[in-house]
T-cell receptor
Framework: KAGVTQTPRYLIKTRGQQVTLSCSPISGHRSVSWYQQTPGQGLQFLFEYFSETQRNKGNFPGRFSGRQFSNSRSEMNVSTLELGDSALYLC??????????FGQGTRLTVV | DAKTTQPPSMDCAEGRAANLPCNHSTISGNEYVYWYRQIHSQGPQYIIHGLKNNETNEMASLIITEDRKSSTLILPHATLRDTAVYYCIVSHSNDYKLSFGAGTTVTVRA
């Protein structure tokens, strides 16, 4: 079956712009989580959505937001981009009481 | 706030078994031990998980001590493609958040 799909794979944006990243979970998975990975901070949890509701959010500023659609696809948005937002953004999906599966990530570079 | 301790790095010879240790002394009774690996710039890949019994799948074996305070991931015949960062994570099965530590960087050498 198809895995977790993230688009786009690579993105270059300018400081101050905003960006939207997309994640299509594995069919049947209703939970979608987002993570940010940087060399300095490692993998950090951003937020998780289940049935179109955000259940929890990590310690990130309000510039980071997300949403989930009725088909479980999810998007995350970062507004007013800063250089420090350059990172690999990862999406993971899971069913209840099963392991999480990750997508290949979106590499965002802010210049 | 990762609840596991792993060595930062280890080398392994191609074709030999790689044994990756993980300490999780504060694990609670209903928390599982999960292993993921991340090959450079790709998304983490699920390997295996277990509660208290040893587990084996096509990728690896997981040995959990009787007191559950530590575990070992075994890659039976390491190949160059197994070079990656390996993460040991303890989590409830219905947790939506995985707390990643620094992991162990495994380098398989020819």
């Amino acid at each position: 079956k198809a895995g977790v799909t993230q688009t786009p794979r690579y993105l270059i944006k300018t400081r101050g712009q905003q960006v939207t990243l997309s994640c299509s979970p594995i069919s049947g998975h209703r939970s979608v989580s987002w993570y940010q990975q940087t060399p300095g901070q490692g993998l950090q949890f951003l937020f998780e959505y289940f049935s179109e509701t955000q259940r929890n959010k990590g310690n990130f500023p309000g510039r980071f937001s997300g949403r989930q659609f009725s088909n479980s696809r999810s998007e995350m948005n970062v507004s007013t981009l800063e250089l420090g937002d350059s990172a690999l953004y990862l999406c993971a999906s899971k069913r209840t009481n099963t392991e999480a599966f990750f997508g290949q990530g979106t590499r965002l570079t802010v210049v | 706030d990762a609840k596991t301790t792993q060595p930062p790095s280890m080398d392994c010879a191609e074709g030999r078994a790689a044994n990756l240790p993980c300490n999780h002394s504060t694990i609670s009774g209903n928390e599982y031990v999960y292993w993921y690996r991340q090959i450079h710039s790709q998304g983490p890949q699920y390997i295996i998980h277990g509660l208290k019994n040893n587990e084996t799948n096509e990728m690896a074996s997981l040995i959990i001590t009787e007191d559950r305070k530590s575990s070992t991931l075994i890659l039976p015949h390491a190949t160059l493609r197994d070079t990656a960062v390996y993460y040991c994570i303890v989590s409830h099965s219905n947790d939506y958040k995985l707390s990643f530590g620094a992991g162990t960087t495994v380098t398989v050498r020819a």
